[in-house]
């Protein structure tokens, strides 16, 4: 059974910083792309960041670019996301998901498995 578990979210001021965590079992990152997407109150779930199984191809979504960073641990089956420069509008809930495949994506209806999210709150 696979399972994804993210961590990371809090409470943090504009200009802060976090650092989420996506813990995988039962598949590997290593064969999997790895996505993070986010979905604010009265909002659709929007695309953040993605990372491919082999971790050589990465991507992410315009207003993220350049303040946020993901990245994985294989050893620990892990994928992280470091988000810095934290802004009001950052604010939503924080989903990690797997792909069906290896390949990296940025639509929703590519990934399989789905975490239960963690609150990201930046205050203004």
């Known amino acids: 059974q696979v399972q994804l578990t993210e961590s990371g979210g809090e409470l943090v001021q504009t200009g802060g910083s976090l650092k989420l965590s996506c813990v995988l079992s039962?598949?590997?990152?290593?064969?999997?792309?790895t996505g993070w997407f986010r979905q604010a109150p009265g909002k659709e779930r929007s695309f953040v960041a993605t990372i491919s199984g082999s971790g050589g191809v990465i991507d992410y979504a315009s207003p993220v670019k350049g303040r946020f960073t993901i990245s994985k641990d294989d050893a620990k089956n892990t994928v992280y996301l470091q988000m810095n420069n934290l802004q009001p509008e950052d604010t939503a809930v924080y989903y990690c998901?797997?792909?069906?495949?290896?390949?990296?994506?940025?639509?929703?209806?590519?990934?399989?498995?789905w975490g239960q999210g963690t609150q990201v709150t930046v205050a203004s």
């Open positions: 998901a797997s792909a069906f495949g290896s390949a990296p994506a940025t639509w929703l209806q590519r990934y399989e498995h």
């Open positions: 039962g598949r590997s990152v290593r064969s999997f792309a």
